[in-house]
């Protein structure tokens, strides 16, 4: 089946540094892809949505300019978190789909953990 | 609003026992139902999915009936085995087209076979 990947699996980083998560898809050329995130004990939440060179769309409350997401190719996604705060430790998840309504594909995830 | 509600885990049970997991949902007209299953390690995959009332997904004998009188999408097997552990989420996806991005998802529910 279609495989997504992400890196890295765990980060820690230092509380006002930026760090960039990847979302891959492995063997398919992903038109849209997904970012989420999961608390412990949560739903898996969607934060945005983007398309293959274009802006990402953001869900309500979600601030766009401090998760920055590029999908600058068509098996590349990136989310940076930017300005990073303890309150962003999460767990994130992306997904990557083929083609409009397909099923979507969800990588691993990463833990992020912020001193 | 959308949202899904699931039966809090984790659940524990022998080889070969049978296994419900409940889901319920609250929408708007007809959504998508899905049961997602997280292995260790790994990324969500799509385990079964029903699109209209009365529809029967299926999968690795794993089954759930789209039941609009009750709004309930319950997971069931009749035989479960060890490598059936994992974390089983339920979702939907509103309806009224669009992307499956609009997944919205249970809790989770943690299930732990024991030989």
């Known amino acids: 089946g279609a495989v997504v990947s992400q890196h890295p699996s765990r980060v820690i980083c230092k509380s006002g540094t930026s760090v960039k998560i990847e979302c891959r898809s492995l063997d398919f050329q992903a038109t849209t892809m997904f970012w989420y995130r999961q608390f412990p004990k949560q739903s898996l939440m969607l934060m945005a949505t983007?398309?293959?060179?274009?802006?990402?769309?953001?869900e309500q409350g979600v601030e766009k300019d401090k998760f920055l997401i590029n999908h600058a190719s068509l098996t590349l996604s990136t989310l940076t978190v930017t300005s990073a705060h303890p309150e962003d430790s999460s767990f994130y998840i992306c997904?990557?789909?083929?083609?409009?309504?397909?099923?979507?594909?969800f990588g691993p995830g990463t833990r992020l953990l912020v001193l | 609003g959308n949202s899904v509600t699931q039966m809090e885990g984790p659940v524990t049970l022998s080889e070969e026992a049978f296994l419900t997991i409940n889901c319920t949902y609250t929408a708007t007209g007809y959504p998508s139902l899905f049961w997602y299953v997280q292995y260790p390690g790994e990324g969500l995959q799509l385990l079964l999915k029903a699109t209209k009332a009365d529809d029967k997904g299926s999968n690795k004998g794993f089954e759930a009936t789209y039941r609009k009188e009750t709004t309930s999408f319950h997971l069931e097997k009749g035989s479960v085995q060890v490598s059936d552990s994992a974390v089983y989420f339920c979702a939907l996806s509103p309806p009224g087209g669009g992307s499956q991005g609009n997944l919205i998802f249970g809790k989770g529910t943690k299930l732990s076979v024991k030989p």
């Open positions: 997904s990557a789909e083929a083609g409009f309504q397909e099923t979507q594909y």
């Open positions: 983007s398309n293959e060179g274009s802006k990402a769309t953001y």
